[in-house]
């Protein structure tokens, strides 16, 4: 080792020591070339520089010497491309931002991917497959009713509207005095219509009030229903008195309705939410049931399910009380308990397996079934006729008496 060779080690370590690693690097790479040079000069034979293996050019370098070998052109200046390539890359801060941007905007999602996402039917957290199967059925069904009611909605502006066309054309083709003339018969027509219909309701509304049979609702249960089992009640009460007024309508006989326990409020709310219901030839009354049938305790009778007599044939002395409740299952025995409390009578309508077989469902009835099987029993139906003419055929009934 020579004084040269010593010194250049020296002075190596001072500039590493003072951070001029730029410096070395360029020494380095001089050194690398001259090395280069002088393997070429005795004979091509290579020899392994481990220090310039370990620079942190060598990866780059040892590149530039490749493409330099492929392409034919001096391994030297292939090494310097190979630098300036390496400088460009850590290069400009703008260059590398303007690749970034251009990364995340690749990556980024498009507005319909975002508008196909935001469309998508979200997945219930925590649901069993057979939930989520109701609830898929469930939306199927409310958007198959939208539907529907969306074309009996055209197609009732359809019919009008051809209506009105015709009419046009009809009084177009007239003179004006056939005009006039039609247009009053029209209006007589028309109030004569409304004369009748009127006279109907009235008459109707007199022999509903003036039936023997009588047939007591219990609302004293309004406090413990929630606000949707209060509207459902009024719905079922709607239907009660429908089938009634139909009846009497038709000739047949009706049935007198009595409410029990409804104060000021709930019958507000009810006129205000059942159209018609104010006009309702029915008792409405704030007593409680002892209250408002004193002298008539014996002739009442309970209908629940939990009772063991058989109803087997309708008297127009007794009053049949039915309880106003929509949800059984959450005050299980209640009616059966208060008629209990009050020494009421109790009875049940006749559906045992003897006569009738309920293969799906339940035979506890909603308010409207039970007066409409009252209703079709009144007017001398067979029991199990009049079950099976009422109840729906969700319920799954089947006679069994012939068999």
């Not at 014996?298 to 039915?322: A, G």
């Amino acid at each position: 080792m020579t004084k040269d060779t010593i010194d250049h080690g020296d002075e190596s370590k001072r500039k590493t020591a003072s951070g001029d690693t730029g410096v070395l690097e360029e020494e380095s790479m001089s050194q690398n070339r001259s090395r280069g040079a002088e393997s070429a000069a005795g004979g091509g034979e290579k020899q392994e520089d481990l220090p310039s293996r370990c620079h942190p050019l060598n990866g780059a370098e040892s590149e530039a010497k490749t493409n330099g070998r492929q392409a034919g052109s001096n391994p030297h200046k292939a090494i310097e491309i190979s630098a300036a390539e390496k400088i460009s890359e850590a290069g400009e801060p703008e260059q590398r931002a303007g690749a970034d941007a251009g990364l995340q905007r690749v990556n980024r999602p498009s507005d319909g991917d975002l508008q196909s996402e935001k469309h998508e039917p979200k997945q219930s957290v925590g649901l069993s497959k057979n939930a989520l199967k109701k609830q898929k059925k469930r939306a199927q069904l409310l958007e198959q009713k939208s539907l529907r009611k969306e074309r009996e909605k055209r197609a009732r502006q359809e019919f009008h509207e051809m209506r009105r066309i015709e009419r046009e054309e009809l009084l177009q083709s007239m003179t004006e005095e056939e005009r006039q003339t039609y247009r009053a018969g029209k209006r007589a027509r028309s109030l004569e219509l409304r004369a009748k219909e009127k006279e109907i309701i009235q008459t109707t509304r007199k022999m509903i009030a003036e039936s023997k049979q009588r047939v007591c609702i219990d609302m004293e249960w309004h406090s413990q229903l929630t606000e949707k089992e209060l509207n459902s009640l009024y719905k079922q009460l709607n239907y009660t008195y429908s089938a009634i007024r139909k009846a009497v309508a038709g000739g047949r006989k009706g049935l007198k309705l009595i409410f029990t326990g409804v104060d000021a409020a709930l019958k507000q709310d009810m006129q205000r939410k059942v159209n018609g219901s104010p006009s309702w030839p029915v008792v409405w009354s704030e007593a409680t049931l002892l209250d408002q049938f004193k002298r008539e305790k014996d002739s009442l009778v309970y209908l629940t399910h939990e009772s063991s007599r058989v109803l087997r044939q309708l008297s127009e002395d007794e009053v049949y009380i039915v309880g106003g409740i929509v949800d059984r299952n959450r005050i299980r025995g209640g009616t059966a308990g208060k008629a209990k409390e009050l020494g009421l009578q109790t009875a049940r309508l006749e559906l045992s397996e003897e006569t009738l077989r309920f293969t799906s469902g339940t035979t506890v009835l909603t308010v409207n079934h039970v007066v409409e099987i009252l209703l079709e029993a009144a007017n001398g139906a067979a029991w199990r006729d009049a079950v099976t003419k009422i109840l729906p055929a969700r319920k799954g009934v089947i006679d069994t008496s012939e068999k």
